[in-house]
């Protein structure tokens, strides 16, 4: 079963105005984290922000923020004022578990982002 | 902190030919990923070690591939004999044991020939 769902393969935003990317999840553990990650045409994977699922208030990071809303299993993230180095693939991951094993990260298929002058 | 560290960057090698990628996580993180990234299956985990010690080695397509943590601060991915539908980028990350934080390096890319 899909844990991780990104329904938006591609996405158009003109430059300096906001844009949500959605990500749905789907786990029975009560603990768990989640990510969200952008890999620019260079290749790197660069962590953007973090959600804890026992957080009571949505993540931000600067220009960033998460809408976390747990009943529904989503994990939206939200860039404000979008710039033209935004552009790029955007991934949603989770992590399971509290436990002592580390716990691996679960990625979904991502977004690309295409910010318009 | 010089992050995660993947050798090489790019590796270009022959069918049947051994490839070892190599991975020097963060010091102090105690959990190592291997993931593998292709345009058809997006990114997927091969292998994760926890305590040096391999957790889940499911994601492992056969047995040509293998990989090692001798120690916390060094861990090898070999594939033996490497195959074209091997091609591919190769990250790696590491993390504590706390749920954030996972770190990638800047990944090694394969190319299979």
């Known amino acids: 079963a899909q844990k991780i769902t990104q329904t938006q393969p591609g996405m158009f935003v003109q430059e300096k105005e906001a844009v949500t990317l959605d990500c749905t999840y789907d786990?029975?553990?009560?603990?768990?984290?989640l990510f969200w990650y952008k890999q620019p045409s260079s290749g790197e994977m660069i962590f953007l922000i973090y959600?804890?699922?026992?957080?009571?208030q949505n993540a931000t990071e600067g220009r960033y923020s998460l809408n976390f809303q747990k009943a529904r299993k989503s994990a939206n993230l939200v860039i404000s004022a979008s710039q033209l180095g935004d552009s790029a693939m955007y991934f949603c991951a989770m992590r399971e578990g509290r436990d002592n094993q580390g716990g691996k990260l679960i990625f979904g298929q991502g977004t690309e982002l295409s910010v318009k002058p | 902190d010089a992050g995660v560290i993947q050798s090489p960057r790019h590796e270009v090698t022959e069918m049947g030919q051994e490839v070892t990628l190599r991975c020097k996580p963060i010091s102090g993180h105690n959990s190592l990923f291997w993931y593998r990234q292709t345009m058809m299956r997006g990114l997927e985990l091969l292998i994760y070690?926890?305590?040096?010690?391999?957790?889940?080695d499911s994601g492992m397509p056969e047995d040509r591939f293998s990989a090692k943590m001798p120690n916390a601060s060094f861990s090898t991915l070999k594939i033996q004999p490497s195959e074209p539908r091997d091609s591919a980028v190769y990250f790696c990350?590491?993390?504590?044991?706390?749920?954030?934080?996972?770190?990638f390096g800047s990944g090694t890319r394969l190319t299979v020939v």
């Open positions: 990350a590491s993390s504590p044991q706390e749920l954030e934080g996972y770190t």
């Open positions: 786990t029975s553990d009560p603990s768990y984290g």
């Open positions: 070690f926890n305590n040096n010690v391999p957790i889940d």
């Open positions: 959600q804890g699922s026992y957080d009571q």
